[in-house]
């Protein structure tokens, strides 16, 4: 399939990470288009306008991010020998010439087995996701990533590998599936010029991404009372809707915790026990930690050398009863 890309540079080398990210805001790439679509446990369509806006805060770089970095070579390693391939282009950056809204920084690509140019994508994840990676697909976050790239570049297929806790490897081929990807440039286009060019935030969702992007937003409060609240019909449904639910799920959590009392009881001293095809376990752990008021008490000059202050702000619901 004819390449329809026209490429912007390669990240490290003509383009700064500075100069990527700056590219990167202009557009939507396949880490946002998964967020657009609701398919990302860790980014939705509000952080995603706060980034492209320059409101969200610097990403700090964790262990985890750091070993994933590492670990990229390793992953593409592997994959060229399980393939017989050779992955080049890596971290080229990419705006669609059909789309120019759409961008893509890909990690590669490598001749197929009839010769034709195939994308790479490459992926670490821990343990945890073990189960989002079956042996017959990936995750749904990953697919939707991988069919953008696709759209922008034109190919047919893209190679995933993806290296889980450290030790185990997977690797998939997605082909291009065109009623998808039409549906998903409609998606991102609305967003890009419904959102991105007016810079008009989209609605909130309830995902912890859109908690600690408003978190991220609006981190300090001025003190100010707006009484009433704007659209204040609506702001009283909200509040309905939020002591409803508040109480469906102090509830819920109660029935968990008579289930979960009473088959401790059944366990007794027991690790574990079955019941159906259900493993159910009560065992044991050990957890270390600082005692910070003893260590206050016995060595203050110590404890306040290692004091970490943290601000955020709490939400909460009080009804006024003595108001008209």
Request: proline share 4%; glycine share 6%.
């Amino acid at each position: 399939m004819r390449q329809r890309a026209l490429h912007l540079g390669t990240v490290g080398t003509t383009l700064t990470h500075d100069e990527w990210l700056r590219l990167r805001r202009q557009g939507i790439g396949g880490s946002d288009a998964a967020a657009i679509a609701g398919a990302s446990d860790w980014s939705s369509p509000m952080s995603v306008y706060l980034d492209k806006v320059g409101a969200s805060p610097p990403i700090e770089t964790n262990e985890a991010m750091h070993w994933g970095n590492k670990l990229e070579a390793a992953v593409a390693a592997e994959f060229e020998r399980q393939r017989s391939a050779r992955i080049t282009g890596r971290q080229f950056f990419y705006r669609s010439r059909l789309n120019p809204f759409m961008t893509a920084t890909i990690d590669g690509r490598y001749r197929g087995t009839d010769n034709r140019w195939e994308l790479y994508e490459g992926k670490t994840t821990s343990a945890y996701n073990r189960d989002a990676w079956s042996e017959e697909e990936v995750p749904l976050a990953v697919y939707v990533q991988v069919q953008h790239n696709l759209a922008v570049m034109g190919y047919y297929q893209c190679g995933v590998a993806c290296l889980i806790g450290g030790q185990h490897f997977v690797s998939h081929i997605v082909r291009r599936d065109n009623d998808f990807i039409e549906k998903l440039i409609e998606r991102e286009r609305e967003f890009y010029e419904t959102h991105m060019v007016p810079q008009v935030p989209p609605p909130v969702d309830g995902s912890s991404a859109s908690t600690d992007a408003l978190a991220a937003l609006y981190p300090q409060s001025t003190g100010e009372v707006i009484d009433p609240l704007p659209e204040a019909e609506k702001a009283l449904e909200l509040v309905e809707a939020y002591a409803y639910w508040k109480g469906e799920v102090a509830a819920a959590e109660e029935e968990l915790a008579n289930a979960s009392n009473s088959l401790k009881l059944m366990l007794g001293e027991s690790e574990a026990g079955m019941a159906g095809q259900w493993r159910v376990a009560w065992s044991n752990r050990v957890r270390r930690s600082i005692d910070a008021k003893a260590l206050a008490a016995t060595h203050p000059e110590i404890a306040s050398q290692f004091m970490k202050e943290a601000q955020y702000r709490v939400f909460s619901i009080k009804e006024m009863k003595d108001r008209d």
